[in-house]
Antibody
Framework: EVQLVQSGAEVKKPGESLKISCKIS????????IGWVRQMPGKGLEWMGI????????RYSPSFQGQVTISVDKSISTAYLQWSSLKASDTAMYYC??????????????WGQGTLVTASS | DVVMTQIPLSLSVTPGQPASISCKSS???????????LYWYLQKPGQSPQLLIY???SRFSGVPDRFSGSGSGTDFTLKISRVEAEDVGVYFC?????????FGGGTKVEIK
């Protein structure tokens, strides 16, 4: 069974750093891309970026380039999303999702349960 | 970026009645391979999004056959033949043809 299990909710102050995780099981970690999607409170879905665990190739959305860092640790089949300095506007639910990337298309099939990040003073 | 526009924003449906959601993209989602990169997701209350339809009209594993997708190029439609209580939530279309991947704003479906 494909599973993406994300780390728990976080409450941080603006300016603090944060790293959230997404633990994969049920398939070969290095065979599929992993994507991150943001959902701000009461809003829609925004694609942040994707990473290929096989070689750590990363594609960022221009909206998130330089704002976050996506990484993986192959030894523990885990993907990460991190901030060096959170802003209040980073308050949102963040989802990881298994991502198919082909010549003609990219899409998400299985999703994690989400990690709620709250950045508030 | 490809803009995805969904209509309507919300829908209130009597159980057993059909429902239809439109999604339009600002650019063609057809690739020279013949594949059209349009996907539908459902986010049930308090849950993560789940894939319903891939490549316009193919149902994902476990998705009931009351869900169907159609369309081509830039115009797409999701239909629910007979809405059930478990179908409530927000439906999103997504284009996978061009980076950045982009989603429609969502259509909230509720039961009357």
């Amino acid at each position: 069974e494909v599973q993406l299990v994300q780390s728990g909710a976080e409450v941080k102050k603006p300016g603090e750093s944060l790293k959230i995780s997404c633990k994969i099981s049920g398939y070969s970690f290095t065979s599929y891309w992993i994507g991150w999607v943001r959902q701000m409170p009461g809003k829609g879905l925004e694609w942040m970026g994707i990473i290929y665990p096989g070689n750590s190739d990363i594609r960022y959305s221009p909206s998130f380039q330089g704002q976050v860092t996506i990484s993986v640790d192959k030894s523990i089949s885990t993907a990460y999303l991190q901030w060096s300095s959170l802003k209040a506007s980073d308050t949102a639910m963040y989802y990881c999702a298994r991502t198919h990337v082909e010549m003609a298309t990219s899409f998400f099939d299985f999703w994690g349960q989400g990690t709620l990040v709250t950045a508030s003073s | 970026d490809v803009v995805m526009t969904q209509i309507p924003l919300s829908l209130s449906v009597t159980p057993g009645q059909p429902a239809s959601i439109s999604c339009k993209s600002s650019q063609s989602l057809l690739h020279s391979s013949g594949k059209t990169s349009l996907y539908w997701y459902l986010q049930k209350p308090g849950q993560s999004p789940q894939l319903l339809i891939y490549e316009v009209s193919s149902r994902f594993s476990g998705v009931p056959d009351r869900f169907s997708g159609s369309g081509s190029g830039t115009d797409f439609t999701l239909k629910i033949s007979r809405v059930e209580a478990e179908d409530v939530g927000v439906y999103f279309c997504m284009q996978g043809r061009h980076l950045p991947l982009t989603f429609g704003g969502g259509t909230k479906v509720e039961i009357k």
